[in-house]
T-cell receptor, first 110, second 113 residues
Framework: GQQLNQSPQSMFIQEGEDVSMNCTSSSIFNTWLWYKQDPGEGPVLLIALYKAGELTSNGRLTAQFGITRKDSFLNISASIPSDVGIYFCAGSNTGNQFYFGTGTSLTVIP | NAGVTQTPKFRILKIGQSMTLQCTQDMNHNYMYWYRQDPGMGLKLIYYSVGAGITDKGEVPNGYNVSRSTTEDFPLRLELAAPSQTSVYFC????????????FGPGTRLLVL
């Protein structure tokens, strides 16, 4: 199957700091999604990207669809304690499924 | 709307036992999916359905079966449980295509001993 590499695997940051994480693929994708998963819950969609170069924001979150179509980036500005969780990227080409990254675990220290 | 609901929340099975994981959505979505999530890993697609009566294999279908007799329900069947099937199972749905937002259920934790 497709391999999506997410980095970093985990992050420990102070409240108020900005966060950056990325996701790279061995294949070209047409759609990139970013999800957040809280403990014991299902993933919740944060941002969807449909076009190479696209930059989309959702509150303090900004995500970009890489120009090569093989990568995507997620930034969180001014982190707060409720940002804690695991962030997953997911990509899809013209097939019928999304491939998920292994996740970035974020811990925000108050 | 309840969204996507899954039952049970947690189950312990013995090797060789069978069980059905239930998934129901009340959003009238055409597409439904089953994923498994192993510890520290991302989700992997087991099976998906693009509408009632239509199902197809995902990335890791071996050991599982599905059916889609109605728009609302998409049960996942394990016939002969194996320890390798210990995982958290998530059901999801989307309205008209894979490219749209998928809404996830809360998950079923399965332990096979």
């Amino acid at each position: 199957g497709q391999q999506l590499n997410q980095s970093p695997q985990s992050m420990f940051i102070q409240e108020g700091e900005d966060v950056s994480m990325n996701c790279t693929s061995s294949s070209i994708f047409n759609t990139w999604l970013w999800y957040k998963q809280d403990p014991g819950e299902g993933p919740v969609l944060l941002i969807a990207l449909y076009k190479a170069g696209e930059l989309t924001s959702n509150g303090r979150l900004t995500a970009q669809f890489g120009i090569t179509r093989k990568d995507s980036f997620l930034n969180i500005s001014a982190s707060i304690p409720s940002d804690v969780g695991i962030y997953f990227c997911a990509g899809s080409n013209t097939g019928n499924q999304f491939y998920f990254g292994t996740g970035t675990s974020l811990t925000v220290i108050p | 709307n309840a969204g996507v609901t899954q039952t049970p929340k947690f189950r312990i099975l013995k090797i060789g036992q069978s069980m059905t994981l239930q998934c129901t959505q009340d959003m009238n979505h055409n597409y439904m999916y089953w994923y498994r999530q192993d510890p520290g890993m991302g989700l992997k697609l087991i099976y998906y359905s693009v509408g009632a009566g239509i199902t197809d294999k995902g990335e890791v279908p071996n050991g599982y079966n599905v059916s889609r007799s109605t728009t609302e329900d998409f049960p996942l069947r394990l016939e002969l449980a194996a320890p390798s099937q210990t995982s958290v199972y998530f059901c999801a749905s989307s309205q008209t295509s894979v490219q749209e937002t998928q809404y996830f259920g809360p998950g079923t934790r399965l332990l096979v001993l």
